[in-house]
């Protein structure tokens, strides 16, 4: 697993976040919530959410990666890039659904 995410600058998952910073205080989150009441979808640009600071090109490369090896794409949860990724979203879905939401277990990586 480390050779895979090494190449590509990812770190295996050790859970400590404290390297990663999601700065999400641009975000309009009443607009938000007023187009997935509307809509039934929000779309966000990455200019939209400019202060991630995640690797999406060294993401997007390991995902090519488990793809050409016939790997599952959910195992890109080895890295915690990734679950970075996932956990702050749950901000933006908190802004919408309200506070305690749930998620259904099968949303990983398509």
């Not at 997007?60 to 915690?80: E, K, Q, S, Y």
Request: aromatic share 14%; charged share 20%; with cysteine.
């Amino acid at each position: 697993w480390r050779s895979l995410g090494h190449d590509v600058g990812l770190h295996i998952c050790t859970m400590e976040l404290a390297h990663l910073r999601c700065e999400l205080e641009g975000l309009n989150f009443a607009q938000i919530k007023r187009d997935v009441q509307e809509d039934g979808y929000v779309q966000l640009s990455q200019a939209d959410l400019p202060n991630w600071n995640l690797p999406f090109e060294q993401m997007r490369a390991l995902i090519d990666r488990l793809h050409r090896l016939h790997i599952p794409a959910v195992f890109c949860f080895m890295f915690d890039e990734f679950w970075y990724a996932y956990v702050s979203l749950a901000l933006i879905i908190e802004s919408i659904l309200g506070k305690g939401f749930l998620r259904l277990p099968d949303i990983w990586a398509w």
